[in-house]
């Protein structure tokens, strides 16, 4: 059976062998989009971009995406943020991505560094896009071509921002979902973080008020790093409430978060929005009701 059997949306996602027999293609864009987080207790995190491990090793005519560096809004307080549209329209076109290109994005840590970006591509009217199923891990472990050193030259191309889809949600849209029956809104961070017993903590621990953990952890099959099937997404999905509602995902920074949301997304959901500030800005607002547990 095929991973993308039972998707609304399987184009979104691209297998290994597939992505092997296109390498050749002009149009193709391929971006490693890993960055590290380095935990430490004075800041929660450090980012480090994975660029090193890009120059140890990617796939043949890839790209490297600093997701801090090149993607975020730099002049906003938290990490991550979406940048303006003009912004993204510049760095994509430094990569090369214009009408025309189609791109596939992948990561070597976990893949939610290239949901993300998958995400942001949609957000700006960007729909000719696919994350690597398994991600770096898959395509190395069955040992198919790698190149080294640092990304080879690319002629710019033309990226036109034709409509900047309303997908991104600030704190105000999360607290009219609290005690709303008809939304759902899903912390894809770890059980432990959602409980508040442990884990990495952005100021208070715990959770926002009302919402339900659905990890981005728990998508993934752990020994393939691949996406679970379908019918197992759906389940998962379905055993939290999240169908049939307006779903808003969200967790530390707006990344993990993406993974929920493409795979509801795969799944057919009609209405999936991201938290982009999520627990960086909410749990540090006293203003702002969490709980625990």
Not at 76 to 98: K, Y
Not at 108 to 113: I, K
Not at 154 to 166: D, I, K, L, N, Y
Request: aromatic share 8%; glycine share 10%.
């Amino acid at each position: 059976m095929s991973t993308t059997e039972g998707f609304a949306h399987p184009e979104f996602l691209i297998e290994t062998d597939a992505l092997e027999q296109q390498l050749d293609d002009p149009e193709l864009r391929i971006l490693d989009c890993t960055t590290h987080l380095i935990p430490d207790p004075k800041i929660t995190y450090q980012v480090v971009p994975g660029r090193a491990d890009f120059e140890k090793g990617h796939i043949p005519g890839g790209q490297f995406i600093d997701l801090q560096g090149d993607l975020s809004d730099k002049d906003h307080r938290f990490r991550f943020m979406l940048p303006s549209a003009e912004a993204f329209a510049a760095a994509m076109s430094g990569f090369g991505v214009g009408d025309g290109t189609r791109v596939v994005l992948y990561s070597t840590a976990n893949p939610w560094w290239a949901t993300r970006v998958w995400w942001m591509l949609r957000v700006f009217g960007f729909d000719n896009t696919a994350v690597l199923n398994g991600g770096w891990q898959k395509w190395s472990r069955e040992g198919r071509p790698v190149e080294t050193g640092p990304a080879k030259p690319r002629t710019p191309g033309h990226f036109v921002v034709r409509e900047q889809r309303p997908l991104m949600v600030g704190k105000e849209e999360v607290q009219q979902a609290i005690g709303n029956v008809g939304a759902c809104t899903i912390n894809a961070l770890l059980p432990e973080q959602h409980a508040g017993t442990g884990g990495n903590s952005y100021g208070r621990p715990g959770h926002i008020k009302g919402s339900v953990n659905l990890p981005a952890a728990h998508l993934l099959d752990p020994n393939t790093n691949e996406f679970l099937p379908a019918s197992e997404l759906r389940k998962r999905f379905a055993a939290i409430g999240a169908f049939d509602k307006n779903v808003i995902t969200y967790c530390g920074g707006g990344i993990a978060a993406s993974a929920d949301a493409l795979a509801l997304v795969m799944l057919g959901h009609p209405d999936v929005r991201l938290y982009d500030a999520s627990l960086s800005e909410w749990a540090t607002d006293p203003s702002l009701p969490m709980e625990t547990g």
